[in-house]
Nanobody, 120 residues
């Protein structure tokens, strides 16, 4: 069964940190680009990409609000992708989703989402 499993969400105070993990089941990370999206309380229409990492060369992309605070990494040996989030702010509160897209076929898989809540 092919699926993505996210973990690492939770509740933190402003300024805190969390590390999200994304682990594929049923396929290897090596030929997939991975992206992290987040969806706010407004529903699916608010889902937005905040970070991506390419296969092989590891080129990264960050949405403006994530730059300098978030870091996306991948480990194709352990078959995992991570999103390190530092200096979290209340506006980072959202459900975070991992998405894998095959670099040739375009086949796409989504995780179930993990809740991140930042509040004092």
């Amino acid at each position: 069964q092919v699926q993505l499993v996210e973990s690492g969400g939770g509740s933190v105070h402003p300024g805190g940190s969390l590390r999200l993990s994304c682990e594929p089941s049923g396929f290897s990370t090596s030929n997939y680009a991975f992206s992290w999206f987040r969806q706010g309380p407004g529903g699916e229409n608010t889902r937005a990409r905040i970070a991506s990492i390419s296969p092989h060369d590891g080129t990264t992309y960050y949405e403006r609000s994530a730059k300098e605070r978030f870091t996306v990494t991948r480990d194709d040996v352990t078959n995992s992708v991570y999103l390190q989030m530092n200096n979290l702010k209340p506006e980072d509160t959202a459900v975070y989703y991992c998405c894998a897209r095959h670099r040739i076929s375009g086949a796409e898989y989504w995780g179930q989402g993990t809740q991140v809540t930042v509040s004092s």
